[in-house]
């Protein structure tokens, strides 16, 4: 799993962090959805953590130790999804209201 140490992989995750940032904004602008500042700041604090939980992933198999992956991607990921589904209501509300 030498990749997962390697500088390579956090470039990779660095170039997704920045194309799914600026898809969603020109998402948001097509769609005409009203995207406060606070809510930018709540999606860039989602994304960050999304990117953790792939860190820790990436760097627990990268130490060679696959049950802590697992079961920190188990966790991490559940957690991702949840506030990721509240997040998404949290945006798509203010756009019916507009």
Known sequence: MQ????????FIEGILLCIVIISFSSWMKEKNIPMPL????????WILFVGFTIAFIGTSFGENEANAAVKGGILFGIISIISGAGLWRLIITGARRA
């Open 3 to 10: 990749f997962f140490n390697s500088g390579f992989f956090w």
């Open 38 to 45: 606070w809510k930018w700041a709540a999606f860039i604090i």
